[in-house]
């Protein structure tokens, strides 16, 4: 068994806690940022959009995150209601899901291709969840159940969110190999499948499915069917992108040509404004 007593807390001001979690999700977010201008540069897209982007994203992400956690957690919520102005709990689901409605607000204004600006941006998005696992691991957030494999953790700092001293799955280095294994698939194909927002749907089968099958081993409370928010969310959200993979896949290799929405050109010049 594997003891961890690294003290998730960095520094204490008063009342404000700087978490190694938090050190996690900033370079999470550079390296996401830093992967997408690569692929930007590579494809001729605009950079310039890539940042506004992620400008959107980033708002977006953080209060979906917050919300589908408040969701999930609706009891705890009305039981302690000074608990919902402090960001302590966020799901991931929430957070993809509120990145992806703030990402297709700009397109739509902006009049860009959802495709072609998802393709550009799944590579480093993975990469970036795996970074974001690290401080998971840290700070004993999304903590597995009791394990009595050779496998297991246990924490032992009081800072720690996991349950001190108790053997339990790493679920968090479960999430990171298996987004780190989903960014080598993405980076792999990012130059062969067509057409534009193949890699874009394959991220949402990928990351569902590790999500899926990891929650089996997490610590969480049914939300529905006995099943918990995320493979919820997983079984919603995989067969809907495989489904819009497959008939994109097939009407490409059907025509030969672009199908509806993808942008036939890969440079994008900045929009206004």
Known sequence: MWNIDWNPVIL??????????????????V?????????????GYSQDVIWDVALWALIGGIVGARLLHIIDQWNYY????????NFAGL?????????????????????????????????GGILGQAIGRVGCLING??????????????????????????PIYPTQLFHLIWNLIGFGILWLLRKRLKPQGQLFMLYFVVFGVGDFVIHFFREGEPFLFGLPQAQIMDIL????????????????KSTGQSVAGEQPNTSVKSPEG
């Open 12 to 29: 204490t001001l008063g009342t404000l806690e700087i978490r190694w979690y938090g050190v996690m999700i900033v370079l999470a977010v």
């Open 31 to 43: 390296a996401a940022i830093g992967v997408s201008l690569l692929e930007a540069r590579r494809t």
């Open 78 to 85: 009305m039981m302690h209601p000074a608990e919902l102005l």
């Open 141 to 166: 957030c999304c903590y597995g159940d009791v394990c009595d494999l050779p496998i297991a953790v246990s924490y032992n700092n009081p800072n720690s969110y996991a349950p001190q001293g108790v």
């Open 237 to 252: 959200m995989v067969p809907t992108a495989l489904i819009i993979f497959i008939v994109r896949a097939v009407r490409y």
């Open 91 to 123: 799901a991931i689901w929430g957070a993809m899901l509120g990145a992806l409605i703030a990402i297709v607000i700009y397109v739509l204004v902006k009049k860009i291709s959802l495709w072609q600006l998802g393709d550009i941006a799944v590579p």
